[in-house]
């Protein structure tokens, strides 16, 4: 972990910082969502809250009443992200596809009028067929900010054939209380089809909010199933 | 000449907390159910203190 220095503040407050002013944006709350605007000026560990919120950062320019043109200053802390944090040769996949998120993502929600966006890098989807339930589920939660209206739609068409298999993640997670991943594969379910409806989704989301809704990515992860996909209370 | 080393050091240092945060490790299952736990303490005392079976006498009137 890098060092702080004294009295700087911690990546995981600024993450979290992020992640709260992206929460009340998806509930419609406030001013119109500037991304620039939920991050300190000149931060530098902003790119870094960027790239760990991936896609997520840019949710509520999905939102379909967007009522305000994106700014400037937006798509410059969003490039400086992608040229400063780009997955190495070495990174997880979880890493790799964070990353192809956020591109996807300011393709779809964040048009450059100036110069175009990079190209989604390829990334390999082999795990979704041969992890075991346990380890999908908990990789699945690591990627829930894909989990937006049209974004990842190859990882989705993937994904629905394991339904049953994240479900069950879901509830290893609920019953681990790791909420933050009971949360993050709560959301992917919530774009699925075909979910168990013995499942209780609905109320599952609920309740993991209620728990472990303190933590600002789990209360993220929880308005954008509800928010985007009608699921959850 | 002197040349800042430390600012190649700190992005490589932030690199690797941001790859940390994308993909931590699970957390181990250890984990107690405190209201399963409450459960079974409550039965097991029920039983302790439930009343004996009755039992047919011995003595016929």
Redesign the interface.
Same mark, same amino acid.
């Given at each position: 972990m890098a060092e702080q220095t004294q009295g700087a503040v911690p990546l995981s407050a600024v993450i979290a910082d992020a992640a709260t002013g992206v929460a009340l944006a998806l509930q419609g709350g406030g001013d119109p969502y500037a991304l620039s605007r939920i991050l300190r000026q000149g931060d530098p560990l902003a790119p870094a809250a960027v790239r760990v919120l991936g896609a997520d950062a840019l949710a509520p320019y999905a939102l379909e009443h967007r009522a305000v043109p994106v700014g400037a200053d937006d798509e410059a802390v969003v490039r400086q992200t992608l040229a400063a944090f780009p997955p190495g040769a070495d990174a997880s996949d979880v890493s790799a596809w964070s990353y192809r998120g956020l591109v996807e993502a300011t393709h779809a929600y964040l048009p450059s009028h100036a110069r175009p966006w990079p190209r989604p890098p390829e990334t390999g989807a082999e795990w979704t067929a041969a992890d075991p339930w346990p380890r999908l589920a908990h990789r699945v939660s690591q990627l829930a900010a894909l989990a937006l209206p049209g974004l990842a739609a190859d990882l989705e068409e993937q994904l629905t054939s394991r339904t049953d298999d994240l479900a069950r993640g879901f509830v290893r997670a609920v019953r681990r209380r790791d909420w933050l991943q009971a949360a993050g594969v709560g959301r992917w379910l919530a774009r699925l089809p075909d979910v168990p409806p013995t499942l209780g989704l609905d109320a599952g989301l609920a309740f993991v909010r209620q728990m472990g809704g303190g933590d600002p990515r789990v209360a993220l992860h929880v308005v954008a199933a509800q928010r985007f996909f009608g699921r959850g209370w | 000449m002197v040349t800042d080393r430390t600012a190649p050091i &700190?992005?490589a %240092? *932030? /690199? %690797? &907390?941001? =790859? #940390? *945060?994308? /993909?931590?490790a =699970?957390?181990d #299952?250890v984990?107690r159910?405190t209201r399963e736990c409450g459960g079974g303490l409550l039965l097991l005392g029920l039983l302790l203190i439930s009343p004996p079976a009755p039992r047919p006498k011995s003595g016929v009137r």
């Open positions: - | &700190e992005t %240092a *932030l /690199s %690797a &907390e941001v =790859e #940390g *945060l994308l /993909s931590p =699970e957390p #299952g984990y159910d």
